[in-house]
């Protein structure tokens, strides 16, 4: 848990909760036509759940159990719900005939039973998922880096236009700083994972972190986990370094720590896909529906990620908890400390168990 902030001086900026729905929805709406006009993106609509049959759901770092359920007259087939929608976009692209240069974002919305319940994660994820037709010769450390400065560029717009609005105080600088999990492993050998991101963005304030999955030469991981179908994390770079991905970190003034915004990256190629498929001992998925269509040329050459919709209200503006600007289900424990310091959580969030449970 987090508590930085829960030391008497925090104040939510906003009290009264329409209001706070209404900065929600522009900060929302306004990051989204950022995105749009800067990377070049188109919006569609999104899948809720696909078959576990088709391979289409994100498999994140390989053990989290996905919300799956069965149609009342189809039993034994089995429906997921995505975790991101990593590989459906990709799909999508093909579908849509998407032109090379140009993309697609989603409003997703999945759930992660297995993921953290804190003040920065929930069970619930709501995103810009977005994918971006590239060719061949664009998949490099240069194209990713152009990628990126232009999504920071829509999150920088977004943060003036929503302090301007609410009378908050920016705190993102102009530009993002790159960095790389091998440097810093080199430079932090006994640091965690999370304190050599705390390093960087106290220091730099946003940065981009390249480099994420993969193993060390000890065969621990070298930053965090990656599942082998979606980004590259194994291509060397002129830096030495691997991996054409990374995560886009800020500093977060209020929880005194870094915070991940997004997920993204250059995504892999047959090559790619074959090689860590087989590190991560899963060359079997080879044979499902969405690996034979990228294996033989059918899907297209792409870059991608996610973008945190709530994770980015958070800290626009300016909030402790991510329940503050998200309807959700929270830990009852940190529900009472953060009652007891006058924070209260959207909606059902703020009881710890359903209020409605006893009279069903």
Request: glycine share 8%; hydrophobic share 35%; with cysteine.
């Amino acid at each position: 848990m987090t508590a930085d902030c829960l030391d008497g001086g925090y104040k939510p900026v906003f009290t009264d909760k329409l209001l706070l729905e209404e900065a929600l929805l522009f900060c929302k709406t306004t990051l989204e036509n950022n995105l749009k006009e800067n990377i070049n993106l188109v919006r569609v609509s999104a899948p809720l759940f696909v078959t576990r049959a088709s391979g289409f759901n994100d498999n994140l770092n390989g053990i989290e159990r996905p919300a799956t359920f069965e149609p009342r007259d189809f039993p034994g087939i089995h429906l997921e719900v995505p975790f991101s929608l990593a590989k459906w976009k990709r799909w999508a692209l093909h579908y849509y005939g998407v032109e090379a240069g140009k993309g697609i974002v989603t409003d997703f919305r999945g759930l992660r039973c297995d993921d953290d319940v804190d003040f920065t994660h929930s069970l619930y994820v709501d995103q810009f998922d977005w994918e971006k037709h590239i060719t061949p010769e664009d998949r490099n450390v240069e194209y990713l880096k152009s990628t990126v400065k232009s999504i920071y560029k829509a999150l920088y717009d977004t943060e003036q236009a929503v302090c301007e609005k609410y009378g908050i105080e920016p705190f993102l600088p102009e530009e993002v700083t790159f960095a790389t999990t091998d440097d810093m492993i080199r430079d932090h050998p006994h640091a965690t994972p999370k304190q050599r991101e705390n390093i960087l963005c106290e220091k730099h304030k946003a940065v981009f972190f390249m480099g994420i999955g993969g193993l060390k030469e000890d065969g621990q991981l070298r930053h965090d986990g990656r599942a082998p179908d979606y980004d590259d994390w194994i291509t060397e770079r002129p830096d030495g370094g691997f991996g054409l991905n990374g995560d886009l970190l800020l500093w977060n003034p209020v929880l005194k720590q870094s915070f991940e915004i997004s997920s993204m990256g250059i995504r892999v190629n047959p090559e790619v896909l074959l090689k860590q498929l087989d590190l991560c001992h899963v060359p079997d998925r080879k044979n499902l529906v969405w690996h034979k269509m990228l294996l033989d040329g059918t899907l297209p050459q792409t870059i991608g990620g996610g973008i945190g919709q709530s994770r980015t209200c958070q800290f626009l503006l300016r909030a402790c908890h991510i329940g503050e600007v998200q309807h959700g289900w929270y830990n009852p424990a940190e529900v009472d400390i953060l009652k007891k310091d006058g924070i209260n959580l959207l909606g059902l969030g703020e009881f710890d168990a359903d209020p409605s449970a006893k009279s069903l």
